[in-house]
Structures are given as C-alpha cells and as structure tokens.
Antibody, heavy 119, light 106 residues
C-alpha cells in the first residue's frame, strides 16, 4: 500500500523559512517522480514543484521559483521542500504526491501539512 | 501557461441522476489530462488519467472522454459518496495546471 506522510508544517513569520518532508513507503521510491501541490484556504489546487526519480530534473511554479527548492533522498525514501522568503500568500495545505513513472499526473496523495505565514 | 477552465462551477443533481462535468484547455494537451475528486477535509483522489483511463479502484460509473482541448467527466448514476469537488489537470506542458473545480451538490 502506497503511503505518503508529510511533516514540517507550522506557523512562520513573513520572510521566514520552513522545510517540509514527505516519508514514502509501499513503492519503489527512486523510480517515481514526486511533486508538491498546495491548496490555500477555500481555494483550488496549485502545483508547486516536481522532481524526477533520480533527483536531477526539477520544475517549479513561477510563484515559488528562486524561493523554494525541491529535493529527495532516495536512500531514506523521503521528499523535501525547502521554503525560504515565505509570504502570506504561501499559506496553504501542502500535499506530497507520487507521480506515475513517466508522466506527471498525481497518482497518490499524502494527507497534507498546514503552512501558515503570518506575523 | 495553459489555463484550464471548468464548467459549471456548481452542479446540482439528485442521487441516481447523471452528472456531466466539462473542462476546457486554452491549448491542446493531447490526452495528457486527469480528473480528481476531493471531499471536505481530505486530500484529492485520482479518478481518471490519460483522459479516459480509470485509476485503480475507481467505480465504473465514472468515465472520462475527450482529447485536445475539450474534456468531459461523466458520473452515470450519482451515489451519495460522489457529492464532492472535482478538479481537472493537464500534464502535457510545464507548468502543470488545474482547473478551478466543479462542486457537485445535492
């Protein structure tokens, strides 16, 4: 059974940093592209970033480019999102998602972790 | 950026009725297209990928069709558990983009 467990969310001041983690199990982690998708309160789904199985290919939404960094540790079956220079508009639930092996639809989702940026 | 536009924003139907949801892409996405269902307080769940392939465990009453720029999700006979938000997504081009959602309500 595929399981994705996010952690690391919380309350942070504008300009601050957070690192989210996503512990994966139930599949061959190193073979799967992975992504982060967020959802602001009462809003729709917003893709943030994706990374290839080997960790070399990354893509970012323009809204986070230069501030967020996606990475993975295949030896630990863990996905990360380093978030710097946080803004109020980054407030959202952040979901970790497994992509299908060769394409970028979101096959499985974690339960999400709340990030709140406020002074 | 490819803009995904869903219609209607809200669909009011009765249990047992058929529901038809639409999604339009601002440019062709071929069949690199998916539908998701989200219930309150839950993560989204994949329903359809490749425009028409049901994901594992998805009941046969859910079907997807279309290609290029026009896509449809049909729920043949609505069950109580199907009242939820539905999102479309294209994965043909970066950035990956979602529609704004259609709420299916009683």
């Amino acid at each position: 059974e595929v399981q994705l467990l996010e952690s690391g969310g919380g309350l942070v001041q504008p300009g601050g940093s957070l690192r989210l983690s996503c512990a994966a199990s139930g599949f061959t982690f190193s073979s799967s592209p992975m992504s982060w998708v967020r959802q602001a309160p009462g809003k729709g789904l917003d893709w943030v970033s994706s990374i290839g199985g080997g960790g070399d290919a990354t893509n970012y939404a323009d809204s986070v480019k230069g501030r967020f960094t996606i990475s993975r540790d295949n030896s630990k079956n863990t996905l990360y999102l380093q978030m710097n220079s946080l803004r109020a508009e980054d407030t959202a639930i952040y979901y970790c998602a497994k992509n299908e092996a060769t394409t970028y639809f979101f096959e499985y989702w974690g339960q999400g972790t709340q990030v709140t940026v406020s002074s | 950026e490819i803009v995904m536009t869903q219609s209607p924003a809200t669909l009011s139907v009765s249990p047992g009725e058929r529901a038809t949801l639409s999604c339009r892409a601002s440019q062709s996405v071929s069949s690199n297209f998916a539908w998701y269902q989200q219930k309150p307080g839950q993560a989204p769940r994949l329903l359809i990928y490749g425009a028409s392939t049901r994901a594992t465990g998805i009941p046969a009453r859910f079907s997807g069709s279309g290609s290029g720029t026009e896509f449809t999700l049909t729920i043949s006979s609505l069950q109580s558990e199907d009242f939820a938000l539905y999102y479309c997504q294209q994965y043909n081009h970066w950035p990956l983009t979602f529609g704004q959602g259609t709420k299916v309500e009683i």
